[in-house]
Every structure is written in C-alpha cells, then in structure tokens.
C-alpha cells in the first residue's frame, strides 16, 4: 500500500464531512458546496479542508461563516464516525483552483474561436537580398 496514513485520514475526512453536510447540517448558510480535497498534517491534528461553493461573493461569504459555525458539531460527528486516537482540527479554505481553471479554459477558448474566425495566412519568406557570386 503506497498511500500514507495522512493521506488516508484525508480520504476518510472529506467523505464523512461530504456526509455529514448532506444530511446532518442544516445552517442555511451553507450552499451548494463540494468538497475538494483534504490535506492532513503529519501529526494528523489539523486538517486543512478545500471547498468550492455555487452563487455569487455573498453566497461564498455565508457558506464560509456557516462552515465556521458547524466546525465542533463536525469534529465531534468524525470523532464518532472514524477511529483516531484524536481528531484533526477542521479548518476550511476556500479553492480557488477550480475558478481560475475555469478562467484559463474560458481565455483558452476565446483565442480558439478568434483564430477560427480570422485565421492567419501563412507567409512565405522572400530572398531580398543579393546573391554573393
């Protein structure tokens, strides 16, 4: 097995959070919300916890705050659910990786349709210059 325990706690954490937010928590402020990624320090007494989240700055701000809020219910519900000696401290981050990746593949397509729309015509070079003989 190559993965390491860290790793693997990550794993168990961002399936049960996914879990629990689905079922348990009910803050309104919470949206639409997909967990990324977990990253889990060596000592496992911190995960770092990624997100996205649908809606505008105002939806992502609440769901932050909302998240902030349902922390200790969350922990004490994985404390329960996974078998550690302690459970991580949950903090959330929002992921901007998806957006950016987003933006590139929007930019990426637009100089795509531009050079279908007006194409640029191939150029043959022109000797000029004189002869040496």
Do not use: C, W
């Not at 302690?86 to 959330?92: D, G, I, K, S």
């Amino acid at each position: 097995m190559s993965s390491s325990r860290p790793e693997r706690v990550a794993d168990q954490v961002r399936d049960e959070l996914a879990q629990l937010v689905a079922r348990e928590v009910h803050d309104p402020g919470i949206g639409f919300l997909t967990f990324t990624r977990v990253k889990v320090t060596p000592d496992l007494q911190i995960a770092r916890v990624f997100y996205t989240a649908l809606g505008d700055d105002k939806a992502k701000n609440d769901t932050a705050k909302a998240l902030k809020r349902a922390a200790p219910f969350l922990r004490r519900q994985l404390g329960q659910r996974l078998r550690l000696r302690r459970v991580p401290e949950l903090e959330f981050f929002y992921d901007e990786s998806i957006e950016r990746t987003d933006r590139i593949q929007q930019i990426l397509h637009g100089l795509e349709q531009e050079r279908t729309e007006h194409p640029i015509e191939p150029t043959v070079p022109t000797h000029d210059e004189p002869d040496d003989e």
